[in-house]
């Protein structure tokens, strides 16, 4: 498996545990319910990078004689467990916003809270292009969660600002509630989107279609196969796997269809690497002739 993940989901530990320290100073600093509700998503985003860090380890394992597949399907459980971490913080945002209104307080030192939003933003920048390029080649589903998460993050530092800047600044009051729960209904978004993603792997989705008719395509385009059917794919993490039937001739002896076998699927290993392929050759009809 690709070491991708894994540094990916280090580069999270590190940034989150470095953004708790700094959000949690201008909370005090500030008082802004919006920096509180950033400063509460970053500590679950701590938690949830651990919880990734881990999860990834243990997808990590080959095989063994437990579970034959692998162990692929840990991101999947490990991305609903940063779902129920986002979900919560989403609701506690929005308890503090709605009370917040109540109360008409008021948030302080806008400078300071721009200035640490601002590095949070570029910091999270920086996260998220590592985390894309190990997407990009792996397609882990944990670090898939954790990308989402924190592209909201950087909506989220950009609603703090605008919050600070509109009710000190502009004496727009009542800007910083309103964004806690515009924030807290982001989160809740990412945590559906989330969701979804991992509830498809743990159920076996098949692949996009897109990408099944481009499997179809490969497959059929060895000269000696007469068809390609029943085709099934599902991904576990960062493990994909595909089995299919192929028609081919009747009178083909079972060393010449291995080989055919190992060719078709040499070919589709270089368009579709680290997909583990299974095939069954079944022999075509024989067409009767008319007397």
Same mark, same amino acid.
Do not use: C
């Given at each position: 498996?690709?070491?991708?993940?894994?540094?990916?989901?280090? %580069?999270?530990?590190?940034? $989150?545990?470095?953004? =708790? +320290?700094?959000?949690? &100073?201008?909370?005090? *600093?500030?008082?802004? !319910? /919006?920096?509180?509700?950033?400063?509460?998503?970053?500590?679950?985003?701590?938690?949830?990078?651990?919880?990734?860090?881990?999860?990834?380890?243990?997808?990590?394992?080959?095989?063994?004689?437990?579970?034959?597949?692998?162990?692929?399907?840990?991101?999947?459980?490990?991305?609903?467990?940063?779902?129920?971490?986002?979900?919560?913080?989403?609701? %506690?945002?929005?308890?503090? $916003?709605?009370?917040? =209104? +109540?109360?008409?307080? &008021?948030?302080?030192? *806008?400078?300071?809270? !721009? /200035?640490?939003?601002?590095?949070?933003?570029?910091?999270?920048?920086?996260?998220?292009?590592?985390?894309?390029?190990?997407?990009?080649?792996?397609?882990?589903?944990?670090?898939?969660?954790?990308?989402?998460?924190?592209?909201?993050?950087?909506?989220?530092?950009?609603?703090?600002?605008?919050?600070?800047?509109?009710?000190?600044?502009?004496?727009?009051?009542?800007?910083?509630?309103?964004?806690?729960?515009?924030?807290?209904?982001?989160?809740?978004?990412? *945590?559906?989107?989330?969701?979804?993603?991992?509830?498809?792997?743990?159920?076996?989705?098949?692949?996009?279609?897109?990408?099944?008719?481009?499997?179809?395509?490969?497959?059929?385009?060895?000269?000696?196969?007469?068809?390609?059917?029943?085709?099934?794919?599902?991904?576990?993490?960062?493990?994909?796997?595909?089995?299919?039937?192929?028609?081919?001739?009747?009178?083909?002896?079972?060393?010449?269809?291995?080989?055919?076998?190992?060719?078709?699927?040499?070919?589709?290993?270089?368009?579709?690497?680290?997909?583990?392929?299974?095939?069954?050759?079944?022999?075509?009809?024989?067409?009767?002739?008319?007397?």
């Amino acid at each position: 498996m690709s070491a991708l993940p894994l540094r990916a989901a280090l %580069a999270s530990v590190g940034t $989150a545990a470095f953004l =708790l +320290g700094l959000k949690g &100073v201008a909370a005090i *600093a500030t008082g802004s !319910v /919006a920096m509180l509700g950033s400063l509460a998503d970053t500590a679950l985003d701590l938690v949830a990078s651990l919880v990734t860090l881990a999860g990834v380890r243990y997808a990590a394992r080959p095989a063994d004689w437990d579970h034959r597949f692998g162990h692929g399907k840990a991101e999947a459980l490990t991305a609903l467990f940063q779902v129920v971490l986002i979900a919560a913080s989403a609701v %506690a945002i929005a308890w503090q $916003a709605v009370s917040r =209104l +109540g109360t008409g307080a &008021v948030s302080v030192n *806008a400078e300071f809270g !721009v /200035a640490v939003s601002a590095l949070s933003i570029t910091v999270t920048l920086v996260l998220l292009r590592v985390q894309r390029r190990a997407i990009k080649r792996t397609g882990s589903v944990a670090i898939t969660a954790d990308h989402l998460h924190y592209k909201g993050d950087v909506a989220l530092n950009g609603g703090v600002i605008a919050a600070l800047l509109l009710e000190q600044m502009a004496g727009l009051h009542g800007a910083d509630p309103l964004f806690g729960i515009a924030i807290a209904a982001w989160l809740l978004w990412g *945590a559906f989107r989330s969701a979804t993603l991992a509830i498809d792997q743990l159920m076996d989705r098949e692949w996009p279609a897109e990408r099944r008719e481009a499997f179809l395509r490969a497959a059929a385009r060895h000269p000696q196969l007469r068809g390609v059917h029943d085709l099934r794919t599902r991904s576990a993490g960062t493990h994909d796997f595909v089995q299919f039937h192929v028609a081919v001739d009747p009178d083909m002896t079972v060393a010449e269809a291995h080989r055919v076998m190992d060719e078709v699927e040499a070919q589709l290993a270089q368009q579709f690497p680290g997909v583990e392929i299974l095939i069954h050759p079944d022999p075509e009809p024989k067409q009767e002739s008319a007397t």
